[in-house]
C-alpha cells in the first residue's frame, strides 16, 4: 500500500520518538537533558550496564554507540517489536490518533468482511473460555492440571473448553445475534449437505484459540476428551481469515521475545509451546497439525535467523525433521539456517520438561546441532558401506543434497563439512598387539612411535618430501585453473588428494563441487591466485600453453607422483609402527617393496628425474637406514 506524501512525517511529528522508546528503556536522568529533547539509557538491543543509547527528539532518531543501532522511530518499532513496515505504521498511527489512508473500494470491502468474522471468533472465544470453569468441563480442568496447566497458564494462553452438546456454540452465537453464514463462514459449525440445521465443529474438547501476527482469533484447535475420538486434535477449516499453511501457533508473543528470551524454538504441538513458554522460554511457536510448509518457514525466519526445530524423539518426529530439512536446503543463505534438537526417544519437549525440568530442555537446546550434522546422519545412521557401490551411492545422495543449495558459496562450506564428516567416518584402522599379546586397534592417523635412530633418518623429517609434494600440489592445481575442462575427466583423483594447507584445500573442494570460478570462496580465490603467480607455476608448459593433450598427460603424471608417493608414506608409517610391535622378518621385505615402488613411481617419460634424483637417492638411503637400524634393535631385545 503506497501512503500519500507527508503522511509519515506528520506521524514523526505527532509521536516523539523518546515516547516510544521509553516505554522499552529506563532512561539515565543523570545523562539525559529532557529539555533539550536529549535523552540516554542503557541500549535495548544488548547487553550493557552504562547508557550508550542516545535519542535525540528534535530530530526523531536514536543511535547506540555500543552496537551502532540507528533509526527513526518506526525503525525502532520494527526492531524491538519484530514486525513489519506497515504494521509500524498502523501502530504508530493508532498511537497518534491519525487515519490511515483510505485504501481501494475492494480493499476496505474485504477487510470489513474480515473484520466481521474476526469479531465471531473473538465471541466464540468468549464462549469457550466461560464453560472451562462449568460443571461440564470438569475431565477438561483435570487433565490440564495434571499436565501443569494451572488457572495462570491456562488464562494466559486463553484456553477453553467446547461442550459435548451438539449446538451449544450455535445457539449461543444465534441468541446474541450473529448471523448464522458468518458463523459457518468463520468455521465454527457445519451445515449438513441435507439441509438440517448446522451443529457446532468443536465438540467435548478443550480449546486453544490461534491468533495471527496482529493479535486477531483467526482459528482454534481442539483437543478431544473422548479416547474413542477420530481425531485427537482438531483445527478450523481454511476460512477467509485462516490460512493453515501461512499460520503459527503463538507467533505473536514469540515475535516479541524472539532474541531477547533465547533462542527461537519451533516444535510441534500447543501443548509444547505452552510447557515452553511457561518454563522460561518464550520464543516458542508450532505449525498447526502439518508439516511445515515453505511459507511458514520464511515466516520463521522473519522471526529468528537461526530457529531451533525441536520435533519430537520419535520416528514420526525424525521423519517430519528430515522433510523439513529437505524442504530447507534450497532456501539456505549464510543469513538463514537451522538447527535441530534431537529430543529423546518418544519423548516431545513437554515430557522433557516435566520429568527434566527447563535445565534438562536448556541442555537439550544448547546441543542443538546444525542441518549438516542432520542430513549425514540421515544418510549413514543405520548402513553399512562395505563395498565400493555402496559408498558410491553415499556420495551420489551427498551430491543430490548439495545440489540443492542454491548459494554457491554456502554449497562450498557444506561440501567441506560432508567431507570432513566422510573422511573422519571412513578412516581406516587397523589391527595391533597391545601388552601381554592382546588384540586392539591403531587408527593410521596417529603418529607412528619411532625408534631413536629412525627419527634421526631424513625420511622421519619428511622436510624434503613435505616441499616436493607441495609442488606438485601446486602444479596440478594450476594445470586444473587454467584448463578447466579437465577438472570433471580428473575428478576421482582430485577426490582422492588432499592438500597440505587450507587455502589449496578450499580451492580443491571448489572445483570439487564444480562451482564456478568468479563464485569461488573468498579463501579458495586467494589461493588460486596465488598458485597462478608462483615461479614454478608460470614456467610450466601445460599452464602457459593451450595444448590440452599436454595438460591431460601431465596431470596423470603429476596425480600418479603424488599418490603413489603418500601411499608409500601410509605403507612406511605402518611398518615403522609394527616393528615397535612385532619382530617380523616380512617387515623388511615390505620396506623394500615401498621403497622399490616409490622408485618406480618417480621414473617419468617426462624428464623430470634429474630434479628429483637427489630427493630419491637421500629417500632410498634413509630407507635402508631405517631398516637396517630398527631390525637390529628388534634383534637385540
Not at 473473538?122 to 488457572?151: C, I, K, P, T
Not at 562450506?413 to 567431507?419: C, V
Amino acid at each position: 500500500m503506497s501512503l500519500p506524501p507527508g503522511f509519515l512525517d506528520e506521524l514523526r511529528n505527532r509521536v516523539p520518538i523518546s515516547s516510544v522508546v521509553g516505554r522499552k528503556v529506563t532512561w539515565d536522568m543523570r545523562k539525559s537533558n529532557q529539555a533539550k529533547g536529549d535523552f540516554w539509557a542503557p541500549c535495548p538491543f544488548h547487553q550493557e550496564k552504562s547508557a550508550s543509547f542516545h535519542v535525540d527528539d528534535r530530530k526523531g532518531f536514536y543511535y547506540c554507540f555500543g552496537c551502532h543501532a540507528k533509526g527513526d522511530t518506526l525503525k525502532f518499532l520494527q526492531e524491538v517489536e519484530n514486525i513489519g513496515f506497515m504494521e509500524a505504521v498502523e501502530m504508530l498511527a493508532r498511537e497518534a490518533g491519525m487515519t490511515m489512508p483510505a485504501r481501494d473500494p475492494r480493499a476496505a470491502e474485504k477487510a470489513d468482511r474480515l473484520g466481521e468474522l474476526a469479531e465471531v471468533m473473538e465471541a466464540a472465544l468468549r464462549f469457550f473460555r466461560l464453560q472451562l470453569n462449568s460443571g461440564a468441563a470438569a475431565q477438561a480442568r483435570d487433565y490440564l492440571q495434571g499436565r501443569g496447566l494451572g488457572e495462570e497458564a491456562r488464562a494466559s494462553f486463553e484456553i477453553g473448553f467446547a461442550p459435548p452438546a451438539r449446538h451449544a456454540l450455535w445457539r449461543h452465537l444465534t441468541g446474541a445475534g450473529v448471523a448464522p453464514a458468518k458463523i459457518i463462514e468463520a468455521g465454527l459449525a457445519i451445515a449438513p449437505d441435507d439441509g438440517s440445521a448446522p451443529y457446532d465443529r468443536f465438540r467435548g474438547r478443550i480449546i486453544f484459540p490461534i491468533r495471527d501476527a496482529r493479535g486477531r482469533c483467526i482459528a482454534f484447535g481442539g483437543r478431544a476428551m473422548d479416547p474413542n475420538d477420530r481425531a485427537k486434535y482438531l483445527n478450523s477449516p481454511e476460512t477467509p481469515l485462516f490460512d493453515k499453511g501461512r499460520s503459527l501457533y503463538n507467533i505473536g508473543a514469540a515475535r516479541s521475545a524472539a532474541g531477547k528470551h533465547g533462542p527461537l524454538i519451533v516444535a510441534e504441538g500447543y501443548m509444547d509451546v505452552i510447557a515452553l513458554v511457561m518454563a522460561g522460554f518464550k520464543a516458542a511457536v508450532a505449525p498447526l497439525g502439518t508439516a511445515i510448509t515453505e511459507d511458514q518457514l520464511r515466516m520463521i525466519w522473519r522471526l529468528s535467523p537461526e530457529p531451533v526445530i525441536a520435533l519430537d524423539g520419535d520416528t514420526a518426529g525424525l521423519r517430519a525433521g528430515h522433510r523439513l530439512m529437505d524442504l530447507a536446503l534450497p532456501l539456505l543463505s549464510a543469513s538463514q539456517s537451522l538447527r535441530f534438537c534431537l529430543l529423546p526417544e518418544k519423548m516431545d519437549p513437554d515430557d522433557v520438561l516435566r520429568t527434566g525440568g527447563a535445565a534438562a530442555m536448556g541442555k537439550l537446546i544448547d546441543g542443538a546441532v546444525p542441518l549438516v550434522q542432520l542430513l549425514w546422519r540421515r544418510e549413514t545412521e543405520g548402513q553399512v558401506f562395505d563395498s565400493p557401490e555402496r559408498r558410491a551411492a553415499l556420495d551420489a545422495r551427498l551430491r543430490a543434497a548439495l545440489g540443492k543449495i542454491a548459494d554457491p558459496g554456502l554449497r562450498g562450506h557444506y561440501a567441506e563439512e560432508l567431507r570432513r564428516l566422510q573422511a573422519e567416518f571412513f578412516r581406516p584402522q587397523r589391527p595391533m598387539r597391545g601388552k601381554g599379546g592382546k588384540a586392539g586397534f591403531l587408527r593410521r592417523d596417529l603418529p607412528a612411535h619411532a625408534l631413536p635412530a629412525t627419527r634421526a633418518t631424513l625420511l622421519a623429517s619428511g622436510t624434503s618430501g613435505d616441499v616436493a609434494e607441495r609442488m606438485r600440489e601446486e602444479i596440478i592445481l594450476a594445470i586444473l585453473l587454467t584448463h578447466p575442462d579437465l577438472q570433471r575427466e580428473f575428478m576421482p583423483e582430485l577426490d582422492r588428494t588432499v592438500m597440505q594447507s587450507d587455502g589449496a584445500e578450499a580451492l580443491r573442494h571448489a572445483m570439487l563441487e564444480e562451482i564456478p570460478a568468479a563464485h569461488y570462496p573468498a579463501l579458495a580465490q586467494a589461493e588460486a591466485a596465488r598458485i597462478l603467480a608462483l615461479g614454478h607455476v608460470t614456467i610450466a608448459p601445460p599452464v602457459r600453453q593451450a595444448d590440452i593433450a599436454l595438460a591431460r598427460n601431465c596431470l596423470a603424471e603429476e596425480f600418479a607422483k603424488l599418490l603413489s608417493r603418500r601411499g608409500v608414506a601410509m605403507e612406511l608409517r605402518e611398518a615403522a609402527e609394527d616393528l615397535t610391535q612385532l619382530a617380523d622378518e616380512g617387515l623388511t621385505w615390505r620396506l623394500r617393496q615401498a621403497a622399490e615402488s616409490r622408485n618406480r613411481a618417480e621414473r617419468s617419460r617426462l624428464s623430470d628425474s634429474a630434479d628429483l634424483g637427489e630427493d630419491r637417492d637421500s629417500l632410498s638411503s634413509a630407507l635402508q637406514q631405517m631398516i637396517e637400524s630398527e631390525v637390529w634393535v628388534k634383534r637385540k631385545k
